[in-house]
């Protein structure tokens, strides 16, 4: 299946959790879209791979950031606004995927102009379907700019 931008799909993972790491590798490995998955563990690794620096001078420009929120050094609210507030970065699309459900984070993050927010099922099925459904909606349903931050 050809996703609308016509190429392989970058994504950035910002998640410290190995098992969920691995689930969404495995998720996305399972894909019809041809994707390609970096991963960071935490808020300044983020930052650092968006803004191209020190060790991620040569990273992709990611066509869809998911952040999870309670990263270290820098947590994923840090890292959104910072996102959102970046003339080159703004665009990119910023998917919440986090374990928390608390009213006060769906709404900070929307405040912060996250583009969704999605729980954390726990369930091992489950989350890879959630996996697999927001790459099918960013990437089938959704039309994105063919250059985000470029």
Known sequence: MENELGRQVEFLLAEDNPGDVRLTQEALRESKIRNNLNVVQDGME????????????????????????NLPKKDGR??????????????IPVVIITSSEAEQDIL?????????YVTKPVDLDQFIKVIQSIENFWLTIVKLPSSVGD
């Open 108 to 116: 900070r993050t929307y405040d912060l102009h996250a583009n969704c």
């Open 78 to 91: 840090e890292v959104l606004a910072e996102i959102k507030s970046d003339p080159v970065l703004k665009r």
């Open 46 to 69: 983020a930052m650092a791979f968006l803004r191209k620096q020190g060790k991620y001078a040569e990273a992709p420009t990611p066509d869809v950031v998911l952040l999870d929120l």
